[in-house]
């Protein structure tokens, strides 16, 4: 089993800039892939950005060349750096891991609320 916790979510106003963290624990080992995902009011969950064990990021084309992905091995932490928030970007956040590329998520965090303020 694994457990994720995000945390960093919040109140900022446009063109601010928020960090959010997704730690992990348990048989963190066997995580390969991990992302995050957002949902807002009344919207469909939608994926934000995934980053694989070796491999290149990837982000949805709304926030492309503004968030960024990481990936703290050591601190068995994930890392989602947003910059130039726009209000829209608001949503409650979730930390997700798998431990196949091909496989569904397997494991969610429950989520961390961001709101970007005008």
């Known amino acids: 089993q694994v457990q994720l916790v995000e945390s960093g979510g919040g109140l900022v106003q446009a063109g601010g800039s928020l960090r959010l963290s997704c730690a992990a624990s348990?048989?963190?080992?066997?995580?390969?892939?991990m992302g995050w995902y957002r949902q807002a009011p009344e919207k469909q969950r939608e994926l934000v950005a995934v980053?694989?064990?070796?491999?290149?990021?990837t982000y949805a084309d709304s926030v492309k060349d503004r968030f960024t992905i990481s990936r703290d091995s050591a601190k068995n932490t994930a890392y989602l750096q947003m910059n130039s928030l726009k209000l829209e970007d608001t949503a409650v956040y979730y930390c997700?891991?798998?431990?196949?590329?091909?496989?569904?998520?397997?494991?969610w965090g429950r989520g961390t609320q961001v709101t970007v303020s005008s």
């Open positions: 980053i694989s064990r070796g491999g290149t990021p």
């Open positions: 997700a891991a798998k431990v196949q590329p091909a496989m569904a998520w397997g494991y």
């Open positions: 348990g048989s963190i080992d066997s995580i390969v892939v």
